[in-house]
């Protein structure tokens, strides 16, 4: 009895915090063994909760909408079971690459209200969705936006895998939380930009993506306040939380291997 009252003083103090969309339940529960999710408190009361599924696949909760990012259900031998979970009332695909773009599961996710978004690219190869380029920013519903940022290879002899202009990252906006998904991209330019990112996903994994020394570069520039390594296959990425403490970063690794 102690301990439900305790859990549930702890909980009241949670919901009851003055600080803007930087509150996070640290008691991370597994859903799975593939699946890991994390709580965040955003401005108005309400619970985001991000479930790390595969790779570069991660499902969102917040305010009653179920959000899915780069649905893919199957990688080699680790499968995402996507018949369990809601249907999808937001998906954002980045990019065209099969550990990305899953049409099967986007239709398997989706109803008639079911707002899909992607880059041009993927839209014309798929006729799926509606095209958001970068630079664009959408209204989802109120305190709802999703932008489209430019995701790409800068490291030469790299740009073929993810050409300047083609790609899409992300910058959703939930009720004040900003959650930045960059998508598979180098350390670009464009990355200065960003302001206010309370989580971001930052991928590491040359020679597609970024080598850890690029990360930590990003990570320093855009400052979020939870930074989570994702498609990061073998790359090993164990000392991140190390290397970035003084930062004041708080960096979680799931795995998004």
Sequence with gaps: MRTIVFSLI???ALFA????NVVT???THKINKMEISDTFLNADGTTTVIHALMHASLRIESGGLEIEIDPVAKLGNRTVDYSQMPEADLILVTHEHFDHFDTATIKQLSTESTI???PPHCHELSGLGQVLSNGLTLNIAEDVTVEAVPA????????????KGRDNGYVLTLNG?????AGDTE????????????????????????TVEQLIRVARIIKPKVLYPYHYSQTDISALPSLLQDDGIDVRIRPFD
């Design 116 to 118: 899909t978004v992607m």
């Design 177 to 181: 939380l900003r959650i930045y998904i």
């Design 17 to 20: 915090c003055g600080q803007k």
């Design 10 to 12: 702890i909980l009241m």
């Design 152 to 163: 790409y290879n800068t490291t030469k002899g790299r740009e073929k895998f993810h050409p």
């Design 187 to 210: 350390d670009i330019p464009e990355m200065s930009r960003l302001h206010n990112i309370d989580i971001a996903f930052l991928p590491c994994n040359q020679p597609y993506t970024m």
């Design 25 to 27: 339940d640290e008691n």
